[in-house]
Nanobody
Framework: QAQLVESGGGLVQAGGSLRLSCAASGRTFSNYAMAWFRQAPGKEREFVAAISGSGGSTQYADSVKGRFSLSRDNAKNAVYLQMNSLKPEDTAVYYC????????????????????WGRGTQVTVSS
């Protein structure tokens, strides 16, 4: 089981940037596909981006393509979500999640594919 801790959230103006980090415990981190989800008040938790264990494959939600970039450093047991050109609609709590499989599953955008979750970090984008 991986323990995940997110950081890097905060308040930013529209058009600005933030970089979220997710630190993971466990010596088998490189075996886990990782993802970010987000949840705005009153809304369902939605997929943002995912990356395979090796980092060779990434997937993004249409709403963030071209603005967000997901990467990982397996030597540091960490994944990073670089968020640029932020919009007020990006405001949400962002959660890091781990899938104990190395490759992205067919349903990589489903929250039910991920076994381990962090507690989240708040991102607020002001207009």
């Amino acid at each position: 089981q991986a323990q995940l801790v997110e950081s890097g959230g905060g308040l930013v103006q529209a058009g600005g940037s933030l970089r979220l980090s997710c630190a993971a415990s466990g010596r088998t981190f490189s075996n886990y596909a990782m993802a970010w989800f987000r949840q705005a008040p009153g809304k369902e938790r939605e997929f943002v981006a995912a990356i395979s264990g090796s980092g060779g494959s990434t997937q993004y939600a249409d709403s963030v393509k071209g603005r967000f970039s997901l990467s990982r450093d397996n030597a540091k047991n960490a994944v990073y979500l670089q968020m640029n050109s932020l919009k007020p609609e990006d405001t949400a709590v962002y959660y890091c999640a781990a899938d104990r499989r190395n490759s992205l599953s067919r349903n990589y955008d489903s929250r039910y594919e991920y076994e381990d979750w962090g507690r989240g970090t708040q991102v607020t984008v002001s207009s």
